[in-house]
């Protein structure tokens, strides 16, 4: 049984990672979670960006629905160029893609402008996850992957928790265009990376393999779809789809339900969000754990289902009290059923192809995920109550979709990654 929990003769867990495969680890959290910052921060200035340019808020929520569409294209160039050439360059460029996408959004002299720069910081935004998570997973030993896995994907937290408490503590001295200035700030982290970063010692003898026997994968998005791993391919796609829609639904309308339906001011939608994503980074960490000892799978069935559970407590709730501390309990279960996926999905599949199939996997459920904000605004308009009954239903039934997936999906926990070659190419 794999286990973080020191066994009779073993290291501690947290001694057993060399210096570079820490490196990486925190290279990877890093470009996360300041890539979550830049993207979440326009989930909670949807309502007076729509005021500012005077458009309808619907037109506003388009932009983050093709933001998200982008991400697809920036994961198929990013894994692809991870695949080929390493995992470290595409990572220096996304982080310094989405940057300054985000610095000219928030320069933007109108609203055609903004929409242009903040869709375009999707295609760095989804290159950023395939290169930082193969950095991560193929650096780090099997033996607490499942536990660095939730704590790398949990930085997705941390991020919403910093846009948000910069919502807070800033909307009011530097307005929208402040807080979207601020995620410039991110590009600094490329001159570290670049100096300190190692690519995974799995993938330089993969590739060393690859060139010897001249069988280099110079096409590895057509191999996930070979009849040989396509059920797995497949499978991944609509465990991803799923989840995306859960997180869209919970987090990506939250705030503006809070904004347009309760009518609540700047701290009082701030405080619950940023407690939720804290409780998620923290429950990740949790859930990681329990992912090393039963399983990938039970890791994030589990909380999905309590999670659905809860979430009609904060849709419905009568009070503030009630709607805040039901929405930052989801935290630990809803906020917190995506840290397994850097190692899930690295471990499902093949190190030649791992970053392509890792980052189109994941990201093709941002495109599901693009219809969220503009469905649930449309359905919300003809609604007495609101967002509630739209975002109750669209997060039900991405749980039910999600379980049912992960129920008829292969179990990994304590796989190896090894750079031997696994699937068969025809000779370059």
Known sequence: MTMTADMPGQV??????TRDQWVAWIAAWLGWTLDAFDFTIFLLIMVPIAESFNVPLLEVTAVFTITLWLRLVGAVGS??????VGRKTPLMISILWYSVCNLFAGLAPNFALLFLFRALLGIGMGAEWPAGAALAMESWPARSRGLMSGL????????????SAAYGLLYDKIGWRGLLILGVLPALAVVWIRIYVKEPKVWVENKRIQREQGREFRAPLFEIFRLRILGNTV?????????????????????THLQKDLHLSAAMVAMPIA??????????????FVADIFGRRWAMIIPAAIGALVTPFYLFGDSYPIVAGAFILQGAFLGAIYGQNP??????????????????CYHQGAIWAGFTGPVLTYFAAHQPQGFAIPMLIATAGGAVAFVVTLLFSPETRGKELVPQLTLVERPA
């Open 12 to 17: 501690p867990w947290w001694k057993e990672p």
């Open 152 to 163: 790398l994907q949990g930085s997705w937290s941390i991020g919403f928790l910093l846009s």
């Open 235 to 255: 499978m991944a796609c609509l465990w991803m789809a799923s989840s995306f829609v859960i997180y869209y639904s919970v987090y990506g309308m939250f705030a």
């Open 343 to 360: 190692a899930y999905l690295s471990e499902r599949f093949p190190t030649e192809v791992r970053a392509t199939a890792s980052g189109f």
């Open 79 to 84: 894994g692809w160029l991870a695949d080929r």
């Open 275 to 288: 407690m939720a994503n804290l409780v998620a980074f923290l429950a990740s960490g949790l859930w990681g």
